[in-house]
Structure formats: structure tokens, C-alpha cells
């Protein structure tokens, strides 16, 4: 009986120290493979999705022959799951650059390090071309519909009772692809209500504005008469001058705006005689909205005009003007740069 107890004693000790050399075998081997350049030579996209289950992504990875072996595929997805790392994995674009492991793998995916794509939105844009643009961006998820109603768009990210015009960011955005044409346009409607309010706070005395608001209608018609950018604060103080004396604006982007999809590309005096909202030569002061999507340095000039005395302004034909103080100047201008040659 002795007998058998010490045998049995034996079996069970050697089955535990097999065990724990298996184990140990196991754990070193798990390293070496972890720590193991990926098998390839030059840089591999992974993509993961969103809701995408790191298993999943796992056996992608292993179709397309970017493990070493069978097994450093199954040692990463066994330590994310020890390690509860494959829940932090995120979406997007991944380049893997050879002489990468599976551990800097895991890594560059829970911190979110993709490729970002890219979209721009051009200074003086108009909403419905930025909206086109994001529409047709195939990196992005669409999940508004081609003909939204502007009120509908703006109340779906979270700017309700607001029009659309004017209220996003010109600027160059670069996101993971996926990301959804609602929350690009919340960034840009973000990023455009921040830089208002830090140029409305630290605007210039004495301005004719009744609210920020105002001064960016302002600003989106700076951007859009402005061919030079020294010019932006001088535009913005004939108009400026104009609105506190009472004279009408008089600029053509309002008339064309308020035209809309009908202006074909040629403003004729009758477009100027014919009323509408927009209208700068038969209403006065600012247009009900921004005509475009100004940019910051377009802001900037809006809230800080400079202060020359011009009233007048006439293109040069090399995207400069001409600024005038009086008529009579003015009227000399435009017969020396509008009227020569006809």
C-alpha cells in the first residue's frame, strides 16, 4: 500500500513539474513570438472597423500572411484577452512598418495610432459646396441624406434654429476613416464657434455690431471681396464706414449669393435691381445671413477694420483695389481701372 502511495506521489510530482516546464515552455515561447518581427517586407494596412472583434481582425492578419507563424497569432489575441487589451482596440487605418512585432501591433491599435484621412474645406466656400464635399467623401460614414433640409441638418448636430451658413471652420480636417459626416460636422461647427467668440472677445472698440453674429456675416463678405489678404482689414473698414453713415453696402457676393443657383456666372444690372434678401444695393446693412465660410484671418479683419477714411474701393484687374475717400475719387478710379480699353 506504502508502495502505491509513493508511486502515485511520484506520478503526481512529475505531472505537476511537466505542467510547470510546459508552462514555462509556453510563456517563453509566447515571448519569443510576441517579440518576434511580423513576416513582412514592406508596409501593411490592417483595418479595423468599428465593432469589429479583435479575433476577427486577428484572422485577417493571419489570411494575409502577416504573422511569422500560426502561433504569434494565437499568443497575441491569448495576451490581449489575459490582459483585457483586445476591449480598448480602436477603429481606423493601420499601417504596420516591417520589423514591427505583434506587440507594437497591439500597441499602435489601442492607441488609436491609424491613418488618417484627410478633407478640406476652402475659405469662402459656400455651405452646400462644403456639404457636397462631405457627402461624396468615401472615407467618411454617411448618415444624412443627399437632399437634408439645412434646419434638419443643424438640428442633428445640435445647432437647431441656426442656419448653416457660415457656421463651419475653413480648415484642412484629418480624420479616422469611418468617422461619421455628423461628427466631422460638429468639429467644424465646434471649431468655428470657438474662433468667433476668442476674436469677439478680443475685438476692437467701436464697432457697429450688434452681436458676434454680425461681425462674421461681416467677415464671410471680407472673404469673399478680398483677392489680396493685406486687403482684408482695409475691406473691412470701407464696409464698416459704410454701415455706420447708413450708405448700402454694395457689394456683388451678397447679390450673387441671394441669385443663387440660377447666377450663371455673368451680374447684370438687372440682377442688381432686383431685390432679394441679399441684395446690398436695395437693402440696407448686413444680408439676414454669412454668405460663405469665412476664415479666421477674415474674422480677425471683421472685428479689427482698419481705419483709412477709404469709402470707396475698385478692382485693379491684379486682384488689388483701388481705395477711394470721396466719389469724385472713386469715380477717377473706375475709369482709369474699370473703363480703359472700352
Same mark, same amino acid.
Given at each position: 500500500?506504502?508502495?502505491?502511495? @509513493?508511486?502515485?506521489?511520484?506520478?503526481?510530482?512529475?505531472?505537476?513539474?511537466?505542467?510547470?516546464?510546459?508552462?514555462?515552455?509556453?510563456? =517563453?515561447?509566447?515571448?519569443?513570438?510576441?517579440?518576434?518581427?511580423?513576416?513582412?517586407?514592406?508596409?501593411?494596412?490592417?483595418?479595423?472597423?468599428?465593432?469589429?472583434?479583435?479575433?476577427?481582425?486577428?484572422?485577417?492578419?493571419?489570411?494575409?500572411?502577416?504573422?511569422?507563424?500560426?502561433?504569434?497569432?494565437?499568443?497575441?489575441?491569448? =495576451?490581449?484577452?489575459?490582459?483585457?487589451?483586445?476591449?480598448?482596440?480602436?477603429?481606423?487605418?493601420?499601417?504596420?512598418?516591417?520589423?514591427?512585432?505583434?506587440?507594437?501591433?497591439?500597441?499602435?491599435?489601442?492607441?488609436?495610432?491609424?491613418?488618417?484621412?484627410?478633407?478640406?474645406?476652402?475659405?469662402? =466656400? @459656400?455651405?452646400?459646396?462644403?456639404?457636397?464635399?462631405?457627402?461624396?467623401?468615401?472615407?467618411?460614414?454617411?448618415?444624412?441624406?443627399?437632399?437634408?433640409?439645412?434646419?434638419?441638418?443643424?438640428?442633428?448636430? %445640435?445647432?437647431?434654429?441656426?442656419?448653416?451658413?457660415?457656421?463651419?471652420?475653413?480648415?484642412?480636417?484629418?480624420?479616422? @476613416?469611418?468617422?461619421?459626416?455628423?461628427?466631422?460636422?460638429?468639429?467644424?461647427?465646434?471649431?468655428?464657434?470657438?474662433?468667433?467668440?476668442?476674436?469677439?472677445?478680443?475685438?476692437?472698440?467701436?464697432?457697429?455690431?450688434?452681436?458676434?453674429?454680425?461681425?462674421?456675416?461681416?467677415?464671410?463678405?471680407?472673404?469673399?471681396?478680398? %483677392?489680396?489678404?493685406?486687403?482684408?482689414?482695409?475691406?473691412?473698414?470701407?464696409?464698416?464706414?459704410?454701415? @455706420?453713415?447708413?450708405?448700402?453696402?454694395?457689394?456683388?457676393?451678397?447679390?450673387?449669393?441671394?441669385?443663387?443657383?440660377?447666377?450663371?456666372?455673368?451680374?447684370?444690372?438687372?440682377?442688381?435691381?432686383?431685390?432679394?434678401?441679399?441684395?446690398?444695393?436695395?437693402?440696407? %446693412?448686413?444680408?439676414?445671413?454669412?454668405?460663405?465660410?469665412?476664415?479666421?484671418?477674415?474674422?480677425?479683419?471683421?472685428?479689427?477694420?482698419?481705419?483709412?477714411?477709404?469709402?470707396?474701393?475698385?478692382?485693379?484687374?491684379?486682384?488689388?483695389?483701388?481705395?477711394?475717400?470721396?466719389?469724385?475719387?472713386?469715380?477717377?478710379?473706375?475709369?482709369?481701372?474699370?473703363?480703359?480699353?472700352?
Amino acid at each position: 500500500m506504502k508502495a502505491l502511495v @509513493k508511486a502515485l506521489l511520484r506520478i503526481t510530482l512529475l505531472l505537476i513539474l511537466l505542467a510547470v516546464v510546459t508552462v514555462a515552455a509556453l510563456i =517563453w515561447d509566447g515571448q519569443r513570438q510576441l517579440k518576434a518581427p511580423l513576416s513582412i517586407s514592406e508596409v501593411e494596412r490592417v483595418s479595423i472597423a468599428r465593432g469589429d472583434r479583435f479575433a476577427t481582425v486577428i484572422a485577417q492578419m493571419q489570411a494575409n500572411g502577416v504573422f511569422s507563424s500560426a502561433r504569434q497569432g494565437h499568443y497575441l489575441l491569448l =495576451w490581449s484577452r489575459i490582459t483585457e487589451e483586445n476591449r480598448r482596440i480602436k477603429a481606423g487605418e493601420f499601417d504596420l512598418a516591417p520589423g514591427a512585432t505583434p506587440l507594437d501591433a497591439l500597441e499602435m491599435f489601442i492607441e488609436g495610432r491609424s491613418v488618417l484621412s484627410e478633407l478640406r474645406l476652402p475659405e469662402g =466656400w @459656400k455651405f452646400s459646396q462644403a456639404f457636397t464635399l462631405i457627402a461624396s467623401h468615401e472615407d467618411l460614414e454617411h448618415t444624412l441624406p443627399d437632399d437634408i433640409a439645412p434646419d434638419e441638418l443643424m438640428r442633428r448636430i %445640435g445647432h437647431a434654429g441656426q442656419h448653416p451658413e457660415g457656421r463651419f471652420f475653413p480648415d484642412t480636417y484629418r480624420f479616422t @476613416k469611418g468617422m461619421s459626416d455628423v461628427e466631422l460636422l460638429r468639429h467644424a461647427a465646434k471649431l468655428m464657434t470657438q474662433t468667433l467668440e476668442a476674436e469677439w472677445q478680443a475685438r476692437a472698440p467701436d464697432l457697429p455690431y450688434a452681436s458676434a453674429n454680425e461681425a462674421l456675416t461681416m467677415a464671410s463678405i471680407v472673404e469673399k471681396e478680398t %483677392g489680396a489678404a493685406v486687403e482684408r482689414s482695409r475691406i473691412a473698414g470701407v464696409f464698416l464706414r459704410r454701415l @455706420k453713415v447708413g450708405m448700402l453696402l454694395q457689394t456683388d457676393p451678397t447679390v450673387i449669393y441671394g441669385i443663387g443657383d440660377a447666377f450663371d456666372g455673368n451680374l447684370r444690372r438687372v440682377d442688381l435691381e432686383r431685390d432679394t434678401p441679399y441684395n446690398s444695393y436695395t437693402r440696407k %446693412g448686413l444680408p439676414p445671413t454669412p454668405i460663405c465660410l469665412p476664415g479666421r484671418a477674415a474674422i480677425h479683419a471683421a472685428l479689427h477694420p482698419e481705419d483709412d477714411g477709404s469709402v470707396f474701393f475698385v478692382a485693379r484687374g491684379d486682384g488689388t483695389h483701388q481705395f477711394s475717400k470721396t466719389l469724385a475719387e472713386h469715380n477717377a478710379a473706375v475709369s482709369k481701372f474699370q473703363l480703359r480699353g472700352r
